[in-house]
């Protein structure tokens, strides 16, 4: 199974910006599409943004415009640059990948970074 490794969170005033990571711990299978999942305290877990193997991207309506998902398939790893940060994204941000092993199609969560936003 590939672990994923989140990195890049921290305490930001409102208007900065921060680049999460999430970076594939083995080269053996290859990230398919990937997606960024943020959950607030008392919220339920949400769709941030997709990107597809060959960088077809997709974001939730609050953030286009301000967040870019990008990856690189050399290095297994993508990413999430955010922008123009407001307090209300807040969150617990996950990444969530998909990838083949020699059984099938499988899928990964990493474990979480803090993004915190000061008013």
């Known amino acids: 199974q590939v672990q994923l490794v989140e990195s890049g969170g921290g305490l930001v005033q409102a208007g900065g910006s921060l680049r999460l990571s999430c970076a594939a711990s083995?080269?053996?299978?290859?990230?398919?599409?990937v997606g960024w999942y943020r959950q607030a305290p008392g919220k339920q877990r949400e769709l941030v943004a997709t990107?597809?193997?060959?960088?077809?991207?997709n974001y939730t309506d609050s953030v286009k415009g301000r967040f870019t998902i990008g990856r690189d398939n050399a290095k297994n790893t993508v990413y999430l640059q955010m922008n123009s940060l407001k307090p209300e994204d807040t969150a617990v941000y996950y990444c969530?990948?998909?990838?083949?092993?020699?059984?099938?199609?499988?899928?990964?969560w990493g474990q979480g970074t803090q993004v915190t936003v000061s008013s």
């Open positions: 969530n990948a998909n990838y083949y092993t020699g059984l099938g199609l499988s899928a990964s």
């Open positions: 083995s080269s053996r299978f290859r990230l398919n599409a």
């Open positions: 990107v597809t193997r060959d960088g077809s991207a």
